[in-house]
Each structure stands twice: as structure tokens, then as C-alpha cells.
Nanobody, 120 residues
């Protein structure tokens, strides 16, 4: 069993910053990619940023230049630093971890989401 937990969401004014954290725990042998996604009501979940175990990152166009993803492989955590937030960034953010279990099986696991609200 693997658990993914996000934290750090909240209310911030436009132009401000938030730091989202993600922690994976449980039956983990290794973690491949970790990523942040977001989903607005009635819309599909979309990629925000991902990072491999080697530190290679990928960003959605909307996140480039404003958001930074990082991870700590030893702690099985990932952080999304969000700067210059806009009202359009308001939604629920989800963390995903692609995990190799102790039984050597690969699966993706989602957290429960953390809400970000940007007031204009």
C-alpha cells in the first residue's frame, strides 16, 4: 500500500506565492517520476509539472517561468514552488507518484488534492 499526501494549499493574493508539498509513503522500493497536476470543476486533469528521479523536469506552458518543481529522493517528497500566482491558477492540485513497490510492481498513486485559491 502506498499513500501520497499533499499539503500547502490555501488562499493567496494575485502575484503572491505558495509552496505545495507532496510526500509518498508505504511499500516503496523506488519512485520514478513525481508530478503535480490540477483539475478545475468540469475539466480534465492537466499536467502542471513533473520531475524524474534524476532531476529532469517538465512544465506546462502555463507554469514555465513561474513554478519550480523539486524533489528529495531520500525522503520521497516533491515540492512545487508557485510564484506570480494568477486567478487562473485557482483550482485543486494533485500530486502523482509513479512507484515501484517492494514487490517490484510499478503503479501510479494520487494524493487527495490540495486547494489553491488566488484572489484578484
Amino acid at each position: 500500500q502506498v499513500h501520497v499526501v499533499e499539503s500547502g494549499g490555501g488562499l493567496v493574493q494575485a502575484g503572491g506565492s505558495l509552496r505545495l508539498s507532496c510526500a509518498a509513503s508505504g511499500s516503496i522500493f523506488s519512485i520514478g517520476s513525481m508530478g503535480w497536476y490540477r483539475q478545475a470543476p468540469g475539466k480534465q486533469r492537466e499536467l502542471v509539472a513533473t520531475i524524474t528521479s534524476g532531476g529532469s523536469s517538465n512544465y506546462a506552458d502555463s507554469a514555465k517561468g513561474r513554478f519550480t518543481i523539486s524533489r528529495d529522493n531520500a525522503k520521497n517528497t516533491a515540492v512545487l514552488q508557485m510564484n506570480s500566482l494568477e486567478s487562473e491558477d485557482t483550482t485543486v492540485y494533485y500530486c502523482n507518484a509513479y512507484v515501484q513497490s517492494n514487490e517490484r510492481r510499478w503503479s501510479g498513486f494520487w494524493g487527495q488534492g490540495t486547494k489553491v485559491t488566488v484572489s484578484s
